[in-house]
């Protein structure tokens, strides 16, 4: 779950909608991804669905917990058979899911502040992630090389949709082929990506999201609340800057 907090508004963006925001960018890139690429852009957070039916308290803020707030422990569980959620969907989506754990947890993740058994877990988590990849790989027409480079195009897209969902100022994407990539805002919810990617001259996003004021002390309650509160739509726009 993603949480934009203001203070005074919570929102809660599912994990699976922020993925289904990535494939809408996706399903405009030159050249077109091909179509179990686009499954893979959609599918890359399965790993979080069951947190976020029925998210954590965050204490702190008496609000949803955000994934960002997850501890080492959880995330780790909660990526240990993602891939296999989507493998009855296409097992060449469900390697990209796999990639993008290893992507997430060797690009993202800092070691240097993890302990010694935290380090344990966290190998473990990645060893497991490469026999998912080889199995899988050993059942396709693919090779690890083309599987990779269509990973990093799920990760790049991945951070476009992070940017936009959280409104996170410019920022430089993963480089894609060697491209780099920058996000650049036009306006509150319009920006442009540079070079431009994209075969349109623009398009329109859109994720449904929950908005909630009221704070909670029980974990119960801020279930409850969450069922309860009707869905709104959020959008953005990106075109050619």
């Not at 203001?6 to 030159?30: E, F, N, S, Y």
């Amino acid at each position: 779950m993603l949480i934009r907090d203001d203070g005074a508004t919570w929102t809660a963006i599912g994990q699976p909608a922020h993925a289904w925001l990535a494939a809408q960018v996706a399903q405009a890139w030159d050249p077109a991804p091909r179509p179990a690429v686009l499954l893979g852009v959609e599918q890359h957070d399965a790993a979080w669905t069951e947190w976020d039916r029925r998210p954590p308290l965050r204490a702190a803020s008496r609000r949803a917990a955000s994934f960002f707030e997850a501890d080492l422990e959880q995330r780790l569980a909660l990526w240990r058979g993602a891939a296999e959620r989507v493998v009855a969907q296409s097992p060449y989506a469900a390697l990209l899911v796999s990639l993008h754990a290893t992507n997430i947890h060797t690009r993202v993740l800092d070691r240097s502040g993890l302990d010694a058994a935290q380090l344990t877990a966290l190998d473990a988590l990645l060893a497991e992630q490469e026999a998912t990849q080889q199995r899988l790989l050993d059942r396709l027409d693919a090779s690890r090389a083309q599987a990779e480079r269509d990973g990093a195009f799920v990760f790049c897209l991945d951070a476009i949709s992070l940017t936009l969902c959280h409104g996170w100022p410019a920022r430089d994407l993963p480089p894609l082929d060697g491209r780099a990539l920058r996000l650049e805002w036009l306006g509150e919810r319009e920006a442009t990506l540079r070079p431009w990617p994209l075969a349109v001259d623009a398009v329109e996003l859109a994720l449904d999201a929950r908005s909630l004021t009221r704070r909670f002390d029980d974990e119960a309650a801020l279930h409850r609340a969450l069922e309860e509160t009707p869905w709104t739509t959020l959008r953005w726009r990106l075109r050619r800057g």
